[in-house]
């Protein structure tokens, strides 16, 4: 399982915004280049420009939504002038999750305090599931 934070937007100058940046961005890709692992049925190239990083890698969900929490605290306001910057569309808080097929329900619960955090950096939260059978 792991936890990502990424932005991207249609005009977003992501080379201008990570230049600028207090934060290492690892993962960054810009509008028209082509995808690395493009899905089938998908564009080969980006449509909008964008860029993310991993907060959280754990066996447990806690342990990302701990570590989630604490990069979201030490970077406040980077976070904030990302959000903010006038070419981001989106600005996500990713956690990737595995479930196996067998199971009937998969639940998962994020604490009143983890969904203030990500409001106040204006972080929309997305949970992916990944079938681990």
Same mark, same amino acid.
């Given at each position: 399982?792991?936890?990502?934070?990424?932005?991207?937007?249609?005009?977003? *100058?992501?080379?201008?915004?990570?230049?600028? +940046? +207090?934060?290492?961005?690892?993962?960054?890709?810009?509008? @028209?280049?082509?995808?690395?692992?493009?899905?089938?049925?998908?564009?080969?190239?980006?449509?909008?420009?964008?860029?993310?990083?991993?907060? @959280?890698?754990?066996?447990?969900?806690? /342990?990302?939504?701990?570590?989630? /929490?604490?990069?979201?605290?030490?970077?406040? *306001?980077?976070?904030?002038?990302?959000?903010?910057?006038? @070419?981001?569309?989106?600005?996500?808080?990713?956690? @990737?999750?595995?479930?196996? /097929?067998?199971?009937?329900?998969?639940?998962?619960?994020?604490?009143?305090?983890?969904?203030?955090?990500?409001?106040?950096?204006?972080?929309?939260?997305?949970?992916?599931?990944?079938?681990?059978?």
């Amino acid at each position: 399982m792991a936890c990502y934070i990424r932005a991207y937007g249609s005009r977003f *100058d992501v080379d201008a915004f990570v230049g600028s +940046s +207090s934060i290492e961005w690892p993962d960054v890709w810009r509008a @028209g280049e082509a995808k690395v692992l493009a899905e089938p049925n998908s564009p080969k190239e980006y449509q909008k420009s964008g860029l993310q990083i991993e907060v @959280g890698d754990g066996d447990q969900f806690t /342990s990302l939504l701990r570590d989630a /929490s604490d990069f979201m605290r030490k970077n406040r *306001d980077e976070l904030l002038r990302l959000a903010s910057d006038p @070419g981001v569309e989106r600005v996500e808080i990713d956690f @990737g999750l595995t479930w196996n /097929s067998n199971m009937a329900v998969v639940s998962v619960t994020m604490p009143a305090e983890f969904v203030a955090l990500a409001g106040e950096v204006r972080f929309a939260i997305e949970v992916t599931y990944y079938d681990w059978d």
